[in-house]
């Protein structure tokens, strides 16, 4: 098969981060820049900033992994940190059920790394070739999701497709 895969974390090292990123301010993780400048900004969180996309999205290393932060459109304030923790994409359409193979394959690893620090998971769901797991965390303001998630065309073979394993943390509203 001709696909490359990234791995950017290992379940061990996703157990690592997780340590950490739960220990988070997410209260000011939350409430963004406002204004401030985001270099000093992160680094008033212990995080350090490392990019700033174009549409003021923040890449900062946490927990040391490379973590996305999200905003609301229009706003300063952030309402998801997202990492890629492993992503492997086909070269033909072709591959593209052994890419999902793969991402099946990697998620037993990377779920058991998550429980570990997390607990169980409160949802833990398939739907066909996808895998979810969620941990509603309100003693840290956060909803954790770890999922497979898949590029269009990847399911249906219509074009050269990918998987990959995101973790992400959300503000915890209204108890979700």
Sequence with gaps: MAAALTIKRSPGQ???DLHRLVDADWTAVWAGPDGDDPR???HRIGWELTSIGPDL???VSAAGASVTLFREPGAQRINEALQVLWKRRAATSSDNAAVMTDALDAWPGYLAAAQTVLGPAIEDGQAGRVRSAVWP?????VVVTLWINL???TADGSR???ASLRLAFTPYRDGR
């Design 151 to 153: 590029a269009v065309g």
């Design 57 to 59: 999205d923040l890449t």
């Design 40 to 42: 000093g900004w992160a």
């Design 160 to 162: 050269p497709g990918s």
């Design 14 to 16: 996703l157990g690592d």
């Design 137 to 141: 965390r309100p003693d840290i303001g």
